[in-house]
């Protein structure tokens, strides 16, 4: 199977030493998350999980899926910003998805009283895997051959709470030490400069500056407990190098509850007597985040003030599966994209993508699960990992729900076959071992602008997720996936 180190052959002793020595750059590079068993503090911290080395990305595929970034940056916020569009997108979803129902109501009553914030920000991150198709096998003797046809297939478009930028902007310097103890030889254009912490605080800075009151905070949204908060300080600490004269501030939903509000007189959002230019979103995603109605009532109060949202409500609706897979229907993409040549460009990226909605329509995605559910990913429209049914799984529950309306809550998505390689993962109390893995490419981008007026559009880097191959889920947190960088082949 493909691997970064081609014919380089190491001794156990040396793979122990490359280990050991590159674990300690990860340290002090500060590639580091809080454990499990004390999320809320920093006292006890411990390496995120990582690959050893680099993982074989072809060079022309992943400059491809940067160059079209800001042309999705611009699609989905045009989506997000077409009302009508997100109405015949959402109105089934809602009626029998309560999550969406009560975001889509939220953005019903800031319509009505009058949006007081017109510009949204939003931190993206597009995910693909290179999709190989079915059939073909990497060329066993060369081993690092490039199977004829990489596609680099969107897996889905983040839209909130993109992670990972701040963890993962240090590691292509650590994998540049790893291969070079290991004996491989690169040029550094291989394993590229990568920043997106600091790129995704540009964001932070100009939504900041679009908002016009150099009093006012940026306020980042946390979870609580939040175990990814190292990855958010990384960002914060961009924003400092940047322009100190920026202030930043953590809240969670309980703090906004009790300390936040929104002056009547301007619509401005305030916590502790600070006004809030931009609330950046690390949490509200998932239903769990909102531990009762007075998040949500939170969550209205925010929407409701002239605070720049990162992302706005619209944003979040439009990052659902439901709209991605709308997307994919033929004319979707044209309806915002103009030139035809992006248009292309963006939808050969698509992966097929079926409707499951009561009709006809929908009726044929069920009939194509029915017969080859391991082609298959059904997905509801939730966000954070640990939501969709894969394979075997699909039958029995489709059974379940195909006769009601339910159905029309979940989306159903051609399964992605994507290159294997080996590699090394390293996990926190966990032996190390030669792994057959697959890997997910993300690509940040940032966008910030009103209905009509494009303020700033930008790329900002680039993410490497990978696991053992045969898993279907990728969470991060939940120890299944590992931090990854790309080692750009020719
Ligand atoms: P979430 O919003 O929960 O992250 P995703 O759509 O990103 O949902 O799916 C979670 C994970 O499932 C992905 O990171 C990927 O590893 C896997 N996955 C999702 N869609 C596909 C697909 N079409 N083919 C193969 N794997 C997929
Ligand atoms: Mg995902």
Not at 172 to 189: C, E, M, P, Q
Not at 200 to 214: C, I
Not at 250 to 277: H, Q
Request: charge should be negative.
């Amino acid at each position: 199977m493909a691997t970064v180190l081609d014919k380089i052959s190491l001794s156990e002793r040396k793979i122990q030493e490359i280990v050991k020595k590159t674990k300690e750059h990860v340290l002090l590079y500060g590639i580091i998350m809080r454990t499990a068993e004390s999320p809320g503090n920093s006292d006890k911290v411990q390496h995120a999980p990582f690959t050893l080395f680099p993982c074989l990305v072809p060079r022309g595929a992943l400059a491809k899926v940067k160059s079209i970034q800001v042309h999705f940056n611009r699609l989905m916020h045009m989506a997000a910003h077409d009302t009508e569009f997100l109405q015949e997108c959402l109105s089934n979803v809602v009626k029998v998805d309560d999550f969406n129902k009560r975001l889509w109501d939220i953005l019903l009553v800031v319509a009505e009283e009058g949006v007081a914030q017109p510009v949204s920000l939003g931190l993206f991150r597009n995910d693909y895997m290179m999709d190989v198709k079915q059939g073909t096998s990497v060329d066993q003797t060369t081993q690092a051959s490039i199977p004829e046809n990489i596609q680099m297939k969107q897996i889905e478009f983040n839209m909130i709470a993109s992670s990972f930028g701040g963890l993962v902007s240090p590691l292509y310097n650590v994998h540049r030490y790893s291969l070079t103890i290991a004996g491989k030889k690169f040029d550094d254009s291989q394993v590229p400069e990568n920043n997106p912490a600091k790129e995704l605080a540009k964001g932070l800075v100009e939504g900041w500056k679009a908002y016009g009151n150099k009093r006012a905070c940026v306020l980042f949204l946390v979870s609580d407990p939040e175990r990814n908060t190292l990855d958010q300080r990384r960002i914060d600490a961009e924003i400092f190098s940047c322009d100190r004269t920026v202030s930043v501030k953590y809240a969670t939903f309980r703090d906004m509850n009790d300390r936040g509000s929104k002056r009547i007189s301007d619509k401005a959002l305030v916590i502790d007597g600070c006004e809030v230019a931009v609330v950046y979103f690390r949490t509200g995603y998932s239903p769990e985040d909102y531990s009762s109605d007075k998040d949500w009532d939170t969550r209205l109060m925010i929407e409701r003030s002239k605070a720049i949202k990162c992302p706005s409500i619209q944003y979040q609706l439009a990052g659902t599966k439901k709209v991605q897979q709308e997307l994919c229907r033929p004319g979707a993409v044209e309806r915002f994209i103009k030139d035809a040549d992006i248009a292309l460009a963006i939808r050969e990226t698509f992966a097929y993508q079926y409707s499951l909605d009561m009709g006809e329509d929908g009726d044929r995605g069920i009939e194509k699960a029915f017969a080859n559910p391991q082609n298959y990913v059904l997905k509801p429209n939730r966000e954070g990992g640990g939501n969709n049914i894969y394979g075997e799984d699909i039958k029995p529950f489709l059974t379940k729900i195909m006769n009601s309306t339910e159905r029309s809550g979940y989306i159903l998505m051609e399964k992605i076959h994507p290159w294997p390689q080996t590699n090394y993962l390293l996990k926190v109390g966990l032996d190390i071992s030669l792994q057959n893995v697959i890997s997910e490419i993300g690509i940040y981008g940032v966008y910030l602008g009103s209905d009509d007026t494009e303020i700033y559009n930008s790329l900002a880097g680039h993410l490497v997720r990978s696991k053992t191959l045969g898993t279907d889920e990728g969470g991060l947190m939940v120890g299944l996936s590992c931090l990854d960088t790309p080692f750009l082949i020719d």
